[in-house]
């Protein structure tokens, strides 16, 4: 079965708007991740996040293990936002991302 | 910054070629991943390396091999290509015991089978 579900599937943001994307997995972890996918494909490294909060600059990752969830929250979204968010757990199951669409 | 480096980036090739896909990290990482993307799923492991010599499946390792020659370098081979092995292949690695360090990716190599 599925071990990682990301929601939501897609979101649209006027520029400025926060955002709230979630993964949630069906196992127990040491390793938790997510990932900018750029528009023309290249994978950034956002945060190696396997539990508690971290955060770089307009970014927030927050992971609670025994909840089995990790949330990322964007601040203040900017239109270079816009493309895929992918979490990952133990560096093998991957989400299939949120699309973030950001507008002026 | 950990480099990755995969080749070719893009590639095409008629069912039945072979192809060879590869890739090089220069930072010694003991892990080495390959990944396909593909719409609505998200990326696949097909095989994963702990080692030089050493080979572990994935969760979609059918159609394909791998052979990891050195710390370094990380090969996927098709041999008998078919247009279901169309896709985005990624390359990863990470340092660290389990594969639970952070991935470091190469760009991607966008391979069409026609």
Redesign the interface.
């Known amino acids: 079965g599925q071990q990682?579900q990301q929601s939501p599937a897609s979101l649209v943001l006027q520029e400025g708007e926060n955002a709230e994307l979630q993964c949630n997995f069906s196992t127990s972890l040491?390793?938790m991740?997510w990932?900018y996918q750029r528009p023309e494909?290249?994978?950034v490294?956002l945060f190696?996040n396997?539990s508690g909060t971290k955060q770089s600059g307009r970014l927030t990752s927050t992971t609670v293990i025994k909840e089995r969830r990790s949330s990322l929250h964007i601040s203040s979204s900017q239109i270079t936002d816009s493309g895929t968010y992918?979490c990952?757990i133990?560096?093998?199951?991957?989400?299939?991302?949120t699309s973030l669409t950001v507008i002026p | 910054e950990a480099a990755v480096t995969q080749s070719p980036r893009n590639k095409v090739t008629v069912t039945g070629g072979n192809v060879t896909l590869s890739c090089r990290q220069t930072n010694s990482h003991n892990?080495m991943?390959w990944?396909r993307q593909d719409t609505?799923?998200?990326?696949?492991?097909i095989h994963?390396s702990y080692g030089a010599g050493n080979l572990q499946i994935?969760?979609v390792p059918d159609g394909y091999k791998a052979t990891r020659t050195t710390q370094e370098d990380f090969f996927l081979l098709l041999e008998l290509a078919s247009p279901s092995q169309t896709s985005?292949y990624?390359c990863?690695s990470?340092e660290g015991q389990?594969?639970?360090?952070?991935?470091?990716?190469g760009?991607?190599t966008?391979l069409s089978v026609l």
């Open positions: 990682v040491n390793s991740q990932f494909g290249s994978l490294s190696y396997p992918l990952a133990q560096n093998f199951y991957f989400g299939k991302g | 892990y991943y990944y609505g799923h998200g990326l696949r492991l994963y994935g969760d985005l990624f990863a990470s389990g594969g639970t360090e952070r991935l470091f990716f760009h991607g966008k």
